[in-house]
């Protein structure tokens, strides 16, 4: 078995959050109090306080700090998670949710993730709430995150670049491929970048089919709405190792009229908006016509609004649908240093408890691109260095 934790963030997600369910599941709250000085923030102070979100008992987690620049780059923030008392895994995962965070501010801005200047989530209480739920599940003995829909709010934040549409762009960027939904009506921001980076950097998107609980906190959000819960909810979990079975939908249609790219494309479109997998296969067709066939696996729950996107973004003029299960091994990210730049691996653990780890290649490609060596050098590289994870 191996312990899990379950993220509900039916009330949206932000790191304060975060930490008040830690702190409701049993993390140490004098180990929370020395966070700042394990990171060498002076100055900075933590209030923990119970409350009540509707009617659940919750967790709420305040930091106060002094004045500080108005933002940092990613090398400053990265200087004081490297130059922390944290374990290396800590770092490595909160220097992969920085480095994230920082591309997406850089997608959205059409800049390089060296110009970008963080604003607040490069304040110090975004790097204490990164740093501080890594390593606060850490120190619970979490092997795997995973996160059901999450909640974007509505109406508009005032953010340094002036005001803007709930969700953010760089929350919507970071939580492409994730359930999301929006509202409550008139909740404001429910989700922050901060919570939105943690969740890309931790987790697998949706829950496991079948888990054994173990324990649950209660993170309380900053807004007290009437007449409902205001609170996040980490479920602390077992579930088995060697895979789990669990019921998919696998959508299929056969394509004679669309181009390779147009067709490449859409698969993009489908993968981006939650699809688990999205195969292009050539086919025969009537009167010997080459054709492709496109294959789409998908949560159940997700099949209506996929079979939408594939009538909508293809030619085809009918979907089959099929009820499936699948088999999924237990798995989770980390981070090694390559070459002075992070590549992420995923590492599985196969049904005789051994591992199997793979670098991701879009990682691969991109640091064989900025040091000029070649793929199979990076490849060879990070994998070696995932090896002793």
Known sequence: MTRVAIVEPSSGIAGDMMLGALLDLGLDEAWLGALPSALSLDGVTVRTERVRRGEIACRRVEFAIPPQPHGRHLKHIRAIVDASKAPDRVKEIANRAFVMLT??????????????????????????????????????????VHCGTIALGDGFVDAAHGRMAVPAPAVIKLLEGFDVRPGPSESGELTTPTGAVLMRALATRGVPSSYRPVNAGYGAGTKDFKGRANALRVILADVDTVGEAEAVTLLACDIDDMSAEYL?????????????????LPIVMKKGRLGTRVELLCATD????????????????????????????????????????????????????????????????????????????????????????
């Not at 490449?264 to 292009?280: S, Y």
């Not at 609004?305 to 499936?324: D, F, M, P, Q, Y």
């Not at 653990?349 to 691109?369: I, N, S």
């Open 103 to 144: 591309e997406a501010e850089a997608a959205v801005h059409g800049t390089t993730v060296e110009k970008v200047h963080l604003h607040e989530v490069g304040a110090v209480d975004a790097i204490l709430d990164v740093v501080g739920s890594v390593w606060g599940l850490d120190l619970l003995g979490v092997a795997g």
């Open 264 to 280: 490449a494309a859409a698969a993009e479109v489908a993968r981006a908006n939650g699809a688990l997998d999205v195969t292009l």
């Open 302 to 389: 997700a099949a209506e609004r996929l079979e939408s996107l594939l009538l909508t973004h293809t030619s085809t003029i009918g979907v089959r649908r099929t009820v499936a299960t699948r088999r999924v091994l237990s798995r989770r990210a980390v981070a090694v240093s390559v070459f002075g730049h992070d590549v992420a691996l995923k590492i599985v653990t196969l049904p005789d408890g051994t591992t199997r780890l793979k670098p991701e290649f879009d990682d691969v490609d991109r640091v064989a691109r900025a040091t000029g060596k070649t793929h199979a050098d990076v490849l060879a590289a990070a994998t070696k260095a995932g090896e002793s994870k």
